[in-house]
């Protein structure tokens, strides 16, 4: 399959000097390096999900959320809007 790809400088860089290193083409260590990163992507475990343990905090003694007006004045003061 022939396609154009555009690489970052850094991994540009890298993937021609693993190309010297190793003697082969160029083509050849980009494949050889995708492949590899395809597999041990496939082969990674899945990650279990996020859980979070709810619990509850209550309320404070004194407040309630029937009163909202009256719980905001007491913390924010009077002069709350």
């Not at 494949?31 to 590899?36: A, P």
Request: glycine share 8%; with cysteine; hydrophobic share 30%.
């Amino acid at each position: 399959m022939r396609t154009t790809l555009t690489l970052d400088d850094d991994v540009g860089a890298k993937l021609k000097e693993e190309s010297r290193r190793s003697g082969k083409p160029f083509k050849q260590v980009v494949n050889d390096c995708l492949r590899v990163g395809l597999n041990v992507r496939s082969k990674a475990p899945p990650k279990p999900p996020f859980k979070i343990q709810a619990r509850p905090l209550g309320l404070r003694p004194g407040f309630s959320y029937d009163k909202v007006w009256e719980l905001i004045e007491q913390i924010e003061g009077p002069f709350y809007r």
